[in-house]
Nanobody
């Protein structure tokens, strides 16, 4: 089992940058694939990025590709999401999620993940 805690959200102007973190705790916390999702008011939760623990492979949604970077520090059991060129449409609560093994390989599906953090608010002003 793993516990996840997000941090680093806040308010930023459009075009700016912000980094959010996901700290994992638990006996084998560094052996989980981690995904970032976000949910804006009135919208469904959507996939943002994911990183595997096996080989560090990364995946991004088309909406953030080229602007966001996901990375992990296994020694610190922490995954980072560095966001740049932020847009007002990026405003949402950002959640990290974890799973030890993808059931179908669909890293972009929120139902693939077993554990979730409480979320951190990111607000981008225009």
């Amino acid at each position: 089992q793993v516990q996840l805690v997000e941090s680093g959200g806040g308010l930023v102007q459009a075009g700016g940058s912000l980094s959010v973190s996901c700290a994992a705790s638990g006996r084998t916390a560094n052996r989980y694939h981690i995904g970032w999702f976000r949910q804006a008011p009135g919208k469904e939760r959507e996939f943002v990025a994911a990183i595997t623990w096996t080989d560090g492979s990364t995946h991004y949604s088309d909406s953030v590709k080229g602007r966001f970077t996901i990375s992990r520090n296994n020694a610190r059991n922490t995954v980072y999401l560095q966001m740049s060129s932020l847009k007002p449409d990026d405003t949402a609560v950002y959640y990290c999620a974890a799973v030890s093994k993808y059931r179908s390989g669909s890293y972009y599906r929120d139902d693939e993940y077993d554990y979730w953090g409480q979320g951190t608010q990111v607000t981008v002003s225009s």
